[in-house]
């Protein structure tokens, strides 16, 4: 795998372009090996949203070592930029271009429009074209049973909830985990608390301060840093991770948390090029061993009755025989929105913008 | 609500603390005239610096230590820039405040999202029990309590040292202040560097208390408020801490507010603190002829003794 800056990126491209593509080596079957390009939004870190981006790409390659020649683009902030990109990586004969954020999809479109021989994936993609997938991780499914942990484990019913922005993706990560712990406990509410911000882990910090001085014992969220478990722990509060495993900085509190496994998304898409079999579609997968999300490791801490209830119902999720927005649902207005016995179809869960019962705290009017 | 008022107030003594430290460094600096738009940039190298020290030798104080000694150098390059070199203030500020956010970056890049273990802080205990100071002032950082003594030490060194008065002097008229026989470009040297040393420990509070981890650009914008807080606190160190706490406190509030229910948009409500600051800033300094008295006259002025 090599790894370039947007910035070397395109110093080199205009004059490597071809000669790259021609200069591939070929395996035992004389077959070249597929070129594939994976552009990120911001440069790779320890932890967070691009790391689990960057492992994804470690095990594609693991997958068919020999195979394919890897080309990963860091720090492409600007949409204009990823335009560019994309169209650069393209043009060096790159088959397979895979974008890692939703802010990617509109230049995407704009260039696999243009370029048809070229397949695209984009994470958490809306729209598809014929040469262009997406995929997206159903990590309600995570957050409900990390709300089943923290509903078991909270001793002050109160949990706490730093969102970064209140769009559907963070919101049903937040409705599954109150419809996980009030699953186990119905005098459980969550308190949320909006930061309008993806980087700015002091306020990170001051919100999870907030939400535990009116008594939250319990904290998840959606921005992507290590800072929200240990300003819980510095507290004495539980957390539940989210996006990779902090579980190096968190030593002591972290119950578990909700991890994007992005393997299985970028190893298919690799498989089908080479096969000449790979078809456009939006997949969006939860848990389970060819899905697009994980537990984190579960604390040490807790009880084995706890414990198995989660895995159990983990297993349930798998097969099929529980689903986190199964019926009667009621928004935090006392609207039913969900009937018994029915499950809120996909296309509104992809665009859910209300709150469940037992959210308290400012939220956007749906 | 009374409940929430101890940690409301913990808080925002804690949000409002790299302001301070950043705005009290850049008032002493554009007090001697020289402004420094570069504090973003100081503070996020400082911030860096100081992270990887305090996670390579799990001290913090050695931590804050090196991003005071990391904010100074940066302080250096603009000092050199600026008063030896005679180039131009505003511009050599920006381009401090990009090349800080790059090269801070660039520094970090092994340490992109780490954090650190919760650090003991090791606070005055003595004071516990007494009601409502007691619970606030044993959960502070000892940091908070330096920006106090920082905030003392400047306003004392200002308005009631001769030093200060020299510094001041620099500032206001440099000619006047050489052709008595004070060294302005030292004075101004130093009050530069002094800004860049308060800077890097505003980066290294960032990095190491108040959220202790490594992020590119993780300052977030506190060193543009730190800018603007000092010109509408027009000049004056109390009014500096006013605004540092009030805007910390308005952020603080809207997130309590949040919690608790009460608020409308959560878009709208995290313009507030930057609304209210500026407001009351303005507000409590209309009065133009006190503007004028405060206001460094030659700041930004390049002077050459030769000239």
Known sequence: MKIVTRREFLKSSGALGVAAAAGSVGDAFGQPPLMVGVVHQFPIGDVGWETQHSLATKAMEAAFPGKLKVTVVTDVQQAQDAERVFRDLAAQGHKLIIGTTFSQMAPMLKVARQLPNTTFECCAAINTLKNMGAYEARNYEATYLGGVLAGRMTKSNVLGWVGAFPIPQVVWRLDGFVLGARSVNPKVTCKVVWINTWSDPAKEKDAVSALISQGADVLAGSPNTPVQGVAAEERGAWSFGNCSDFSKYVKQKQLSGDLLDWSNAYIEAARDVMAGTWKSQSRWRGLGPSGYTKMAPYNSAIPADVLADVQKREKDIIAGKLHPFAGPIKDRDGKQRVAAGAVLPDAELRSINWAVEGVEGAFPKA | ?307
């Open chain 2, 1 to 307: 609500m009374i409940d929430s008022i101890v940690p409301i107030l913990i808080v925002t003594l804690g949000a409002g603390t790299p302001l301070i430290f950043a705005a009290l460094g850049e008032l002493v600096t554009e007090k001697s005239g020289v402004l420094n738009l570069g504090v973003e940039g100081m503070m996020l190298v400082g911030a860096v610096v100081a992270f990887i020290t305090a996670s390579n030798t799990g001290s913090l104080w050695l931590g804050v230590g090196a991003g005071l000694a990391a904010g100074t150098a940066i302080a250096l390059i603009f000092a050199v820039l600026t008063l030896t070199l005679q180039a131009n203030q505003v511009a050599a500020g920006l381009a401090l405040a990009i090349f800080g956010a790059g090269f801070s970056a660039f520094v970090g890049k092994g340490y992109l999202g780490m954090a650190l273990q919760s650090m003991p802080r090791g606070a005055p205990s003595l004071l516990s029990g007494v009601p409502l100071i007691g619970p606030i002032l044993t959960e502070l950082h000892p940091l908070v309590y330096l920006s106090w003594l920082l905030f003392a030490a400047v306003s004392w060194f200002l308005y009631k040292s001769r030093s200060g008065l020299v510094l001041r002097a620099a500032g206001e008229s440099p000619t006047a202040a050489h052709s008595i026989g004070y060294p302005v470009i030292r004075i101004r040297y130093l009050a530069t560097l002094f800004g860049g040393a308060m800077a890097g420990v505003a980066g290294a509070y960032l990095s190491l208390v108040n959220a202790p981890l490594w992020m590119e650009g993780m300052t977030a914008g506190r060193g543009w408020i730190a800018l603007a807080l000092v010109v509408f606190a027009s000049w004056r160190p109390a009014r500096v801490m006013l605004g540092a706490y009030l805007f910390g406190g308005v952020t603080i509030t809207q997130f309590f507010a949040q919690g608790s229910g009460i608020g409308f948009a959560s878009q709208a409500m995290s313009t507030l603190p930057y609304l209210a600051t500026i407001v009351v800033l303005v507000l409590i300094s209309r009065n133009l002829t006190l503007i004028r008295l405060n206001a460094p006259v030659s700041l930004g002025k390049p002077f050459h003794p030769d000239r």
